[in-house]
């Protein structure tokens, strides 16, 4: 159980992780719209890779895209970090 004092207050307190390794830098975002896309390579909606990158090459100076790979839903994004990189590059360029 999370108590409510460790509930972030803002969006800029959760601390995500990235697919290399490290932890994404809130800074990236700043005066930037955000989208957080939840993600999964084996998801019939996987094509949206490829959308989101065409709506994130028309607004590169304004909008940051977040994608976060989950496998909670149906096991659909069962893949390790190097596995999921490599399958976003390949197929869909990002």
């Given at each position: 159980?999370?108590?409510?004092?460790?509930?972030?207050?803002?969006?800029?307190d959760?601390?995500?992780?990235?697919?290399?390794?490290?932890?994404?830098?809130?800074?990236n975002?700043?005066?930037?719209?955000?989208?957080?896309?939840?993600?999964?390579?084996?998801?019939?909606?996987?094509?949206?890779?490829?959308?989101?990158?065409k709506l994130?090459?028309l607004?590169?100076?304004?909008?940051?895209?977040?994608?976060?790979?989950?496998?909670?839903f149906?096991k659909q994004?069962?893949?390790d970090?190097?596995?999921?990189?490599?399958?976003?590059?390949?197929?869909?360029?990002?």
């Open positions: 159980m999370v108590s409510i004092s460790e509930i972030p207050k803002h969006i800029f959760i601390k995500l992780n990235t697919l290399q390794g490290g932890v994404f830098s809130w800074d975002c700043k005066g930037k719209k955000v989208l957080i896309v939840n993600t999964a390579s084996e998801c019939g909606f996987t094509k949206q890779y490829e959308d989101l990158q994130y090459d607004y590169p100076d304004q909008l940051q895209i977040i994608g976060v790979p989950c496998n909670q149906g994004e069962p893949g970090a190097e596995t999921i990189t490599r399958f976003c590059s390949m197929n869909f360029g990002v």
